[in-house]
């Protein structure tokens, strides 16, 4: 099992564009329609399946939203963070 970050290490390590909300890490991508959406999110979730690690996707016309915990750590971990960084790649 991953290891919880501390607060300070969430603080330092959290990626452009995300915030935390608790017990996870929030982002809001947005898009010019919602296809564009559906389409980030089915790579979003094909990259989510090769890390074995699935975030809460909400898509609405031109956003999705990501929600990223470890539910078995109980919290965020360095694999949130590495996950996030990795959307963030794929959106830009």
């Known amino acids: 099992m991953a290891d919880l970050l501390s607060d300070e290490e969430i603080e330092e390590k959290l990626p452009k564009g995300w915030n935390r909300e608790g017990t996870e890490i929030v982002r809001t991508y947005e898009f010019d329609s919602y296809l564009d959406g559906v389409g980030f999110a089915a790579g979003a979730g094909g990259v989510a399946e090769d890390a074995w690690h699935h975030p809460e996707i909400t ?4 956003s999705v939203e990501v929600r990223l915990t470890t539910h078995d750590a109980g919290g965020i ?3 949130d963070m590495q996950l996030a960084e990795r959307f963030n790649d794929i959106y830009e």
């Not at 898509?59 to 031109?62: N, V």
Request: proline content about 0%; hydrophobic content about 15%; aromatic content about 14%.
């Open 59 to 62: 898509i609405t016309y031109g």
């Open 77 to 79: 971990t360095e694999n």
